[in-house]
Each structure stands twice: as C-alpha cells, then as structure tokens.
Nanobody, 120 residues
Framework: QVQLVESGGGLVQPGESLRLSCAAS????????MRWYRQAPGKEREWVAF????????LYGNSIKGRFTISRDNAKKTVYLQMNSLKPEDTAVYYC?????????????WGHGTQVTVSS
C-alpha cells in the first residue's frame, strides 16, 4: 500500500535552514507528481510546493516562494523540501502528499508529518 514517511523536521532559529525528506513506497514513484503541505496550529492545511513526476516542473505557494526548493530523487523514491531563511511563521507540521492512482478512483495519501519549529 501507499506509504509516505517524512523526516528532517526540528527546532531552528529564524534565518536558519532545514531539509525535509519524504520516503515513498507502495506505488511507482516516478509516475507521480508529489506535493508538500503544511499545517500550523489553529490553521487550515496549506499547500506549499509541487514537483512533477520527472522533476521538470515545480510550483510554489506565495508565502514560501524564493525561500523553499522542492526536488526529488526517483532512484531513491524520495522527495525533498529545502527550506532556507526560515521564519517563525513557517512553524507547522509538514506533510508529504500524493494523489493516487492515476487511473480509477483516486484520493490523497498523506504521511504522518514532521514538525518544524522556528523560534529564537
């Protein structure tokens, strides 16, 4: 079955960087676009970034544009989120997402999330 496992979160100071990873299994990873979302306490889940199946297209939410970079390694079945110049408002649980399968009834699959806290 589809599994997504995020890692790399932690506590950092404003201006610092983190790299999140999401290891995927249970589907043909290289066939699927992947997304990162985040959810801050008391707020709705927010889309952060998208990368196409072969990595040639990336899209970003306005709040993180220019600071975060999404990438993927299809050989390792892993998608990454490099987060630079972190701000306190980036504090959230970050989730990896895939909409699966390509054919037939599809739904969103989520990982368990990884906590990112930006605080001085």
């Amino acid at each position: 079955q589809v599994q997504l496992v995020e890692s790399g979160g932690g506590l950092v100071q404003p201006g610092e960087s983190l790299r999140l990873s999401c290891a995927a299994s249970g589907f043909t990873f290289s066939d699927y676009g992947m997304r990162w979302y985040r959810q801050a306490p008391g707020k709705e889940r927010e889309w952060v970034a998208f990368i196409s199946s072969i990595g040639n297209t990336t899209l970003y939410g306005n709040s993180i544009k220019g600071r975060f970079t999404i990438s993927r390694d299809n050989a390792k079945k892993t998608v990454y989120l490099q987060m630079n110049s972190l701000k306190p408002e980036d504090t959230a649980v970050y989730y990896c997402n895939v909409y699966y399968p390509l054919a037939g009834p599809a739904r969103d699959y989520w990982g368990h999330g990884t906590q990112v806290t930006v605080s001085s």
